[in-house]
């Protein structure tokens, strides 16, 4: 059983810059891949980013690429998703997930929510 709790959302205006923090509570095996996905309403959760927690290895979406950097700090148990260029269509809920593959989760964070205006 593992509990994600994320942090870092707000409001930030176009080519801004916004660092999301997702804590994990409980033990992340080696096996674990963790995500970053945005929903905005009426849409589906969208993948963005994911890191291997064994050898760190990353995996980013097309509109991720290039602007958002996924890290993790194994001491913490903490995943970060750091987001540079901000653009309002990057506006949405924020989720950390947890899965054993890039781009699924099986656990989920409560979500953090982010404002991008032009």
């Known amino acids: 059983q593992v509990t994600l709790v994320e942090s870092g959302g707000g409001s930030v205006q176009a080519g801004g810059s916004l660092r999301l923090s997702c804590a994990a509570s409980?033990?992340?095996?080696?096996?674990?891949?963790m995500g970053w996905f945005r929903q905005v309403p009426g849409k589906e959760r969208d993948f963005l980013a994911a890191?291997?927690?064994?050898?760190?290895?990353?995996y980013y979406s097309d509109s991720a690429k290039g602007r958002f950097t996924i890290s993790k700090d194994n001491a913490e148990n903490t995943v970060y998703l750091q987001m540079n260029s901000l653009k309002p269509e990057d506006t949405g809920v924020y989720y950390c997930?947890?899965?054993?593959?890039?781009?699924?989760?099986?656990?989920w964070g409560q979500g953090t929510q982010v404002t991008v205006s032009s």
């Open positions: 890191i291997r927690w064994s050898n760190g290895r990353t």
């Open positions: 997930g947890r899965g054993l593959s890039p781009g699924e989760a099986n656990s």
């Open positions: 409980g033990r992340l095996y080696s096996s674990a891949v």
